[in-house]
C-alpha cells in the first residue's frame, strides 16, 4: 500500500466545497466518497446530476485534485513506482514473466479456453495476497466478483493450508460476490470503492469480465454496444486499480475455433479484452497433463517468451526440473 496514501487523511464529499444539492444528489446515486466521484464516468454524472458535461469535470477535477491524482512531476512518478505491489501466483516461472508477479495499478487480463486455469490462478492470487510481503503477498483481502458460479471455498481452503496460512482466516478474508448480470456486475464494483480501502483490499477479481456481456448482448447486431459497455467497465476498472493501489485481475474464456469470432472485436484475434484498456495481457493454453502454459501478449515492457505451470492439489506451482 502506498505509504503516503495511507497517511493521507479520510476527506468526505462535503470537504469538496460543493453544493449541498449536488452532494445529496451524488449520495444518492451511491457515490458516496471522493474516490468514486473521482473515477467516475463523466457521461453518466452529468446525466444523474441533470448539469452540463463541463461542470461534471469540474466536479471530478476537484475529486482527483483532493487525492493528488492530476499533474505529477516525474519525481513523484517515480516515487509513485516504489508503491506498485506484486502477489506471487505460486509459480516462479510464471512471476518472472509477469515481472515478479501480478502488479497493482493496473489490469491483468487472463484469457484463454475453458480449463486452462483461468479461475485457478485467480483463487491463487486471492490466498497469496494475504501472504506478508516477504513470502509474495501484500497482506491484504481480497474481492472476488463470481460470475459463472466457479468459486470453491473448499479450493481455498487447500492453497491456503498449502502456503501456511490459517484455513478459516484466509476464507475469512475473500469477499466473495455472485454477479448474475452485467448491470449487477457494474453495481458491485461501484459499491467495491466503498469496500476496497475499508476492508484493506489489494485484489480485486472479475471472474469472468465477459460472459455476462456476451450472455447480454449476443449476435453481431449487439456488438457495438456490448464493446462500449464492456470498454467503459475496463475504464472503470483500470481507475480503480491507480487510485486504490490495488491488483485488478479479469478473466476471459476465448474458444479454441477462431471462426466462430469472426468479426468480433471483443473476441479479435489474439482473442483478449484489454485491446482499449491499459494493462497486462496473458495467454493461457493447456499443455500435457495438469501443465500449462502462460504468455504474454502486446507488453513492451515485459520480458518476452513463455512460462510452464503446472495445476496440483495445492495450487499453481512451478515444474520441477
Ligand atoms: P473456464 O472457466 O471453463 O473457462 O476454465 P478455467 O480456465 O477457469 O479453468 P480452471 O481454472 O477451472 O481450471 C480447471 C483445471 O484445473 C482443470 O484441468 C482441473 O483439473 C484443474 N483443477 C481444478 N481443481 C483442482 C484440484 O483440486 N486439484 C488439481 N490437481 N487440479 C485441479
Ligand atoms: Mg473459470
Redesign the pocket.
Known sequence: MSEAKEERPVMRLEDLGLSPTIIRKLKEAGYKTIEAVAVANVNDLASILGVPINTVQKIVNKARDALGLRFKTALELKQESRNIGRITTGSKRLDELLGGGVETRTITE?Y????????????QLSVNVQLPPEEGGLSGKALYIDT?G?F?W??IE?MARAVGLDPDEAMKNIIVARAISTDHQIAIVNEAMELIPKENIRLLVI??VTSHFRAEYPGRENLAVRQQRLNQHLHQLARIAEVYNVAVVV?N?VMARPDVFYGDPTQAVGGHVLAHAPGVRVQ?R?ARG?RRIARIVDAPHLPEGEAVFL????GIRDVEE
Open positions: 487472463f484463454g479456453e475453458f480449463g486452462t486455469g483461468k479461475t485457478q490462478i485467480c483463487m459463472e466457479t470453491r473448499e479450493r487447500k471472474d469472468s478473466t474464456q493461457l493447456k495438469n495445476i496440483t492439489d495445492e
